[in-house]
């Protein structure tokens, strides 16, 4: 028996612009249950990342209900959504976004240290074994300027594990990578769904997008695909 | 619209979109030119204004001084010397005054008296409340003086006006109302000069002193560059005439009296006014240079589509223009009220009324010219980098930004373990441009070194001063009798009071000393016990007076001033001679010794009473005593000098006059408080821009750093771990700029005693480092780099987080 673990309801979501209001997102309903392995495909500028922005609670909707692991996300304060975020979603960017002056260890500890989820002790060898899962353990002591791209989305996909979120949410995370690269970050991701996690994923690589159990295409603001 | 329009809309578009930045910069930049433009307006007010006063007063371009006096006769016949134009007289003499009533107690007073005071024509004195001119059995006190007269006749400054008080007239007591005051525009406060200035009638003047003589003679000349042989010319005259002429003084109308304290003053503010300015350029090179690395990839464009690096220098060069002009905006009115209001300051120390408040177009020009020259030469260094920039460069820079972060010292400091992250965060953010830290560091570290090093000085004056009156002024009072007395006679009285430590026996005068050269000059004597526990000479070359001079054919010994000497060119084993007047025989000497004295005059020599009775043929007499009790406070010094006085009478001993060490301290102390205060002005100025400084940086570092800010939100920090990681920075800052202020503010404690004890005394102060002044600044900083963090910090806290994390 499964949950769903995210649920958008009719969410509409405009930007201000000097032209007026735009309406990016044109009431978009999507529910995606627990362990699901969903990518998110369509063009430049069809609304993906403004959609996935929602689940995330990294912006916020016009109009509409956002429900994740949950939580009802519409009432909560910036300050709650950040702590909510740090335990329930794990957040991987396209460029990585290793803090530079941290080592690559203490990127990892840091969203533990953020929501205080693990006693301080553990930290440090709760990163190194999440580390070790991505094959990193032995980059663990460098800064990100050091180490490769490839290897930099390997750490940040260990960071978003730090506090062994239900959730993984990533936005074109193979976009800065070459194929090879990209493969092995997949297949992380395919691992990590395997244990149990709930993985949506926005990618503009078909191979990829057609290795998935669902698709989720999004055009001009609407979703024309892949609900179930 | 050509290119380069296009660019210059943009970056003036950029100025307003970046408000906070933008109000930085010009609020640092406006500083600095406030703190060099606010001594520019003090100095341009005050000499202005000095100079217009002065001139009103139609000062004497030469001062006679006639120790017994000139008669009415013979002042008039000065009036046909060659190249007089006016000749005045007045009388001016020390009595002493006391409250009218049994208890007062007695303290010095300088009287004037002239014979008209409705037809003044040289040094005018300006009536100011009250009567004028004074009546019989009435005196117009200066108004410097009135609150100090008053407190002694014991009435409130209102109530003055209709007291009357005691005035010495030879050994019989005249009672005195206060009719009025009157303005000396070249005297300064009474808490400066020492003793009250009040003018009576000529009346009064024969009452106090049994005649009507004038001692000091006030000439107009009819050509300045000829004062010099007018002078002479009137004192052959006077002397022709039978008097004996003292001290001939040449001055400068243009210029009024105070004006080179006034120079030294304002020359030390200045120079820490230039550092300020220079510490402000700081702030702007920060800015400039965090910009400059922010648009690289703009400036890339702008290359790839052709534009040259004139165009780029152009182009960012008008950023700079708008920071300077709207700093100096900004700084104008500021530095125009608070130069006027230290001018005013100044002045009243100075007992001069200021001209109403107006512009100074020299301080105008100056904030004009610094404000736009200083924010250029700050950016000169960034915006030619950045002109400089190819295509190339500017494309392969890309990440988070602001600092790459694997720069040496972050990986120094990586090695570092054990610190929680998000101070370890802290740290390393700190050092991530280490061009902008240093830069910061340097601001902060000099506001507080400045900060340390004026306490210090305060700290190293006041050691110096009670250095001298515990050391070269051992004595706690300064006693003077009416009529001369006889050491022996005197000394065993004095010294049979119990709490008596120590009295020794003074003889002071003036005397007119024959130099080598031939050249005479008016000196002040001071003779004592050749072995004085009472005062402690500083020789800087020579040696001190020794028992037995001046006897067995052996010259005289007398020791000078070193500045003194220097000046009139006096070697050591010069032959002199020093004439006493009063019909004393000319005495014949010899320069054994080159003294430093800070206190007494520049003219003061000094012999031993011995050998002055030897030489003068005279035996054991004395009109001083200078005493030191078992206790040195005040109140002590008060009871102690009471009862001795009444021994001395009991005795038949009349003493004239007290001088309390406390009072010669408060006198001292109270001119280089001013010192202090403009200097505490100017070091709150530096640190204030240290803290401009510091809260650019944070600002900055939160504009680069907002995407990482947004990762930060988007892993699970809340805005108080948002907050805590730039607060931690400020405060790592600050803690690091502490250190760095320590290591500066030693050499300039230093610096800073010796340059202000050169200028005030003339010599160097004895250094103390203000080691409270430390934990001060210690507090002050943390305080600073709390402050200067909020206001980033807040900011990085409430940036969106879908907009910190988008690309532009
Ligand atoms: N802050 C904003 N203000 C105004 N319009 C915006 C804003 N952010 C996005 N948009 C617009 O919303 C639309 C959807 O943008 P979004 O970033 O979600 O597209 P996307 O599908 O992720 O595109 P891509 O594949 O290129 O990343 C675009 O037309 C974009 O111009
Ligand atoms: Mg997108």
Redesign the pocket.
Same mark, same amino acid.
């Given at each position: 028996m499964t949950h769903p673990l995210i649920q958008l309801d009719q969410v509409i979501k405009e930007?201000?612009?000097g032209a007026g209001p735009?309406r #990016?997102l044109h009431g978009v309903s999507l529910t995606v249950q627990e362990g699901e392995f969903v990518a998110v495909v369509?063009?430049?500028?069809?609304?993906?990342?403004?959609?996935i922005?929602m689940v995330t609670g990294i912006d916020r909707p016009t109009e509409g209900v956002v429900t994740v692991a949950g939580a009802c996300l519409n009432g909560l304060s910036e300050n709650q959504m950040a702590r909510w975020r740090g335990r329930n979603v794990g957040v991987i960017f396209q460029f990585f976004q290793l803090l530079p002056t941290l080592n690559v260890l203490e990127n990892v500890i840091l969203p533990m240290d953020f929501c205080n989820t693990y006693p301080p002790r553990e930290r440090k060898e709760r990163a190194l074994h999440l580390l070790a899962q991505v094959e990193m353990a032995d980059q663990a002591h460098k800064l990100p300027g050091a180490i490769s791209g490839g290897q930099k989305q390997r750490a940040a996909i260990a960071r978003a594990l730090a506090n062994d979120p239900p959730l993984l949410v990533a936005?074109?995370p193979t976009g800065n990578l070459d194929s090879k690269t990209a493969d092995r970050v997949f297949d992380l991701f395919a691992e990590l769904v395997g244990r149990g996690k709930t993985l949506v994923m #926005?990618t503009?690589d078909r191979e990829i997008a057609q290795r998935l159990p669902r698709v989720v295409q #999004?055009q001009d603001?609407c979703i024309l695909a892949g609900q179930p | 619209m050509n290119a380069l329009q296009t660019i210059r809309l943009k970056t003036l578009r950029d100025l307003w979109r970046n408000r906070s930045r933008t109000l930085m910069v010009v609020l640092s930049v406006a500083v600095g030119v406030l703190g060099v433009g606010m001594i520019v307006v003090t100095w341009d007010i005050l000499t202005t204004d000095l100079g217009r006063r002065y001139a009103a007063i139609n000062p004497a371009h030469v001062e006679i001084s006639v120790p017994a006096g000139v008669s009415e006769d013979d002042l008039r016949g000065l009036e046909t010397a060659p190249g007089v134009v006016q000749v005045q007289g007045r009388a001016v003499f020390s009595t002493r005054y006391r409250a009218d009533g049994p208890e007062g107690t007695w303290q010095t007073i300088d009287l004037i008296a002239f014979p008209d005071p409705t037809a003044q024509v040289i040094n005018i004195l300006a009536p100011d409340e009250g009567a004028w001119p004074p009546g019989r059995e009435e005196m117009v006190v200066e108004r410097a003086s009135l609150s100090e007269m008053a407190a002694a006749a014991g009435v409130s400054v209102n109530g003055a006006c209709g007291a009357s008080v005691v005035v010495d007239a030879g050994g019989r007591e005249r009672s005195l109302t206060i009719a009025g005051t009157v303005h000396q525009q070249d005297a300064v406060t009474a808490a400066v000069r020492g003793s009250p200035v009040a003018v009576v009638s000529l009346d009064t003047l024969v009452k106090l002193r049994g005649h009507d003589r004038m001692n000091t003679i006030y000439l107009i000349v009819d050509d300045l560059e000829q004062r010099a042989e007018v002078a002479a010319a009137a004192r052959e005259r006077l002397e022709r005439a039978g008097y004996d002429v003292g001290q001939v003084t040449l001055r400068d109308p243009a210029v009024h009296p105070a004006q080179d304290v006034l120079d030294v003053l304002l020359l030390v503010m200045g120079i820490l006014g230039v550092l300020a300015l220079a510490l402000s350029g700081f702030l702007v090179t920060n800015t400039i240079s965090a910009l400059i690395t922010q648009q690289i990839d703009q400036i890339g464009v702008m290359k790839a589509i052709g534009a040259d690096t004139g165009l780029v220098l152009r182009a960012y060069s008008l950023t700079v223009l708008a920071y300077g002009v709207l700093g100096t905006l900004v700084a104008m009115p500021l530095a125009g009220r608070t130069g006027y209001g230290l001018a005013r300051y100044l002045a009243g120390q100075l007992n001069i009324d200021l001209y109403p408040d107006r512009a100074s177009p020299l301080a105008v020009a100056v904030m004009l010219g610094v404000g736009i020259a200083v924010p250029f030469i700050a950016a000169a260094g960034p915006l030619w980098r950045g002109a400089h920039i190819t295509v190339r460069e500017a494309i392969a820079d890309y990440g988070l930004g602001g600092g790459s972060g694997d720069n040496r010292l972050v990986q120094g400091l990586d090695r570092v373990q054990g610190l929680p992250r998000v101070w370890a965060l802290a740290v390393r953010n700190a050092v991530r441009v280490p061009s902008r830290l240093a830069l910061t560091l340097l601001t902060l570290a000099l506001g507080g070194a400045t900060f340390i090093a004026v306490l210090s000085t305060d700290s190293s004056f006041g050691r110096t001063i009670d250095n001298l009156l515990e050391g070269q002024y051992g004595m706690d009072v300064l006693l003077a009798f009416r009529t001369e007395q006889r050491p022996s006679q005197v000394l065993p009285i004095v010294t049979s009071h119990g709490e008596v430590v120590r009295a020794e026996a003074w003889y002071f005068d003036t005397a007119v000393m024959r130099l080598a050269s031939g050249q005479e000059v008016q000196v002040t004597m001071f003779a004592g016990p050749h072995d004085t526990q009472f005062y402690q000479p500083t020789l800087s070359a020579g040696r001190w007076l020794q028992p037995g001079e001046g006897q067995a054919r052996q010259p005289a010994a007398v020791v000078v001033n070193r500045k003194w000497a220097d000046e009139e060119g006096v070697q050591l084993d010069d032959p002199v001679t020093l004439d006493l007047g009063d019909g004393a025989p000319v005495s014949e000497w010899v320069v054994v010794g080159f003294n430093q004295d800070l206190v007494r005059q520049q003219t003061g020599v000094f012999v031993s009473l011995e050998s002055l009775d030897h030489v003068l043929k005279r035996t054991d007499r004395t009109v001083t005593l200078e005493v030191r009790y078992a206790e040195h406070d005040l109140a002590s010094q008060r009871r102690i000098t009471a009862e001795v006085i009444d021994l001395l009478e009991q005795n038949g001993v009349e003493v004239f006059s007290t001088l309390m060490m406390s009072d010669i301290r408060g006198q001292v102390v109270s001119l280089y408080r001013i010192l202090i205060i403009f200097l505490m002005v100017m070091s709150v100025l530096m640190a204030l821009i240290g803290g401009l400084g510091l809260m650019g940086m944070m600002s900055i570092n939160v504009l680069e750093r907002s995407k990482e800010i947004g990762v930060m939100r988007a892993i699970g920090a809340d805005s108080r771990a948002i907050v805590q990681i730039f607060w931690g920075e400020s405060m790592v800052i600050a803690a690091i700029s502490f250190i760095l202020t320590l290591a500066l503010s030693l050499p300039l404690s230093r610096a800073m005693t010796r340059a202000v004890g050169m200028a005030f005394i003339d010599t160097p102060l004895s250094f103390t480092y203000a080691a409270p002044g430390i934990a001060c600044w210690l507090v002050l900083v943390l305080l600073i780099g709390s402050l200067a963090s909020i206001a980033p910090a807040l900011n990085a806290a409430n940036l969106s987080v879908?907009?910190s994390l988008?690309y532009e």
């Open positions: 930007y201000e612009t735009l #990016v369509g063009p430049s500028g069809s609304g993906k990342s403004t959609m922005n936005d074109e #926005v503009h #999004v603001g | 879908r907009e988008s």
